[in-house]
């Protein structure tokens, strides 16, 4: 009995780190997809990227930084960077 007392208190915190972790992942990739969609379509309607492009989100992080790795060239300070 005591073994199991312990078998379920040990599942038990490795189910709130690995939740904690995937709650993580989830936040990072909706930022990426508002970043994304912010800047396509700010692209699209004014020809230039969103006004707050630069300055951090609520995870600390800038647009600019958090679609670094979608560059195609140049330093992601304008559409064409981007490929939009």
């Given at each position: 009995?005591?073994?199991?007392?312990?078998?379920?208190?040990?599942?038990?915190?490795?189910?709130?780190?690995?939740?904690?972790?995937?709650?993580?992942?989830?936040?990072?990739?909706?930022?990426?997809?508002?970043?994304?969609?912010?800047?396509?379509?700010?692209?699209?309607?004014?020809?230039?990227?969103?006004?707050?492009?630069?300055?951090?989100?609520?995870?600390?992080?800038?647009?600019?930084?958090?679609?670094k790795?979608?560059?195609?060239?140049?330093n992601?300070?304008?559409?064409?960077?981007?490929?939009?």
């Amino acid at each position: 009995m005591l073994y199991f007392l312990i078998f379920l208190i040990v599942m038990l915190i490795v189910v709130i780190v690995f939740g904690r972790g995937l709650q993580n992942i989830a936040i990072h990739t909706q930022e990426r997809s508002v970043c994304i969609h912010e800047g396509m379509t700010s692209c699209r309607l004014k020809g230039i990227l969103p006004d707050d492009w630069n300055l951090k989100t609520k995870s600390g992080r800038s647009c600019a930084e958090i679609c670094k790795d979608i560059l195609k060239h140049g330093n992601g300070t304008s559409c064409e960077d981007y490929g939009w």
